[in-house]
C-alpha cells in the first residue's frame, strides 16, 4: 500500500472516531456543525440535532467503525 493511501486511510479512521467523540459529547452541537448542504440532508441534522441520543448512537457506531478501519488498516501493513 502506498503511503498516501495510508495516509488517507488514517485520516479517514481519526475523522470518523473525532467526529464521533463530538457526537457522543455535545450531540446538539455535532448536528448543527453538519446542517449545511441540500434540504433533505438539512432536514435529517435538524431531526438529530432535536434527538441527541440518536445521535449520540451514530457517534458511538461512527468511534467503533473508525477503530475497527484503524485496527484492520493495521493489520494489512
Known sequence: MS???RRWKH???M????DG???VV???NAALAWKHGPAPWKRFMGELQERP???RTI????IIGGIWWALRQEGED
Open 53 to 55: 441520543l440518536l445521535t
Open 15 to 18: 475523522a470518523l472516531i473525532g
Open 59 to 62: 457517534g458511538t457506531l461512527q
Open 11 to 13: 485520516f479517514t479512521a
Open 21 to 23: 467523540v463530538m457526537a
Open 26 to 28: 455535545r450531540p446538539q
Open 3 to 5: 503511503l498516501a493511501s
